[in-house]
Nanobody
Framework: VQLQASGGGLVQAGGSLRLSCDAS????????MSWYRQAPGKQRELVAD???????NYADFVTGRFIISRDNVRRTVTLQMNTLKIEDTAVYYC?????????WGQGTLVTVSS
């Protein structure tokens, strides 16, 4: 299983970024795909996930600002992040639970400045 995330960067508060994750090694359309994040000095936390059937789940702190979507043909999951806040600064990880193991991408850094 390989997960390749991209799209992070530096953005001002109130701005937007779009993260993408390309997955390989799994039958992508069958699995729930997730985005997590880890801020400096904090534990990794779930941001959003999307089931094989397209059901979306969001952490309270991003509801109404972030949108997760998936493309089963391209085997890509994206995270559209709007109205970014300084506290959204973190490394964002794409993830999938496959055969009783959670796999992680390499992470992409999102930095939100004032």
């Amino acid at each position: 299983v390989q997960l390749q995330a991209s799209g992070g960067g530096l953005v001002q508060a109130g701005g937007s970024l779009r993260l993408s994750c390309d997955a390989s090694g799994i039958n992508f359309r069958l699995y729930t795909m997730s985005w997590y994040r880890q801020a400096p000095g904090k534990q990794r936390e779930l941001v959003a996930d999307i089931s094989d059937g397209g059901i979306r789940n969001y952490a309270d702190f991003v509801t109404g600002r972030f949108i997760i979507s998936r493309d089963n043909v391209r085997r890509t999951v994206t995270l559209q992040m709007n109205t970014l806040k300084i506290e959204d600064t973190a490394v964002y990880y794409c993830s999938v639970q496959y055969q009783n193991r959670r796999y992680w991408g390499q992470g992409t850094l999102v930095t939100v400045s004032s």
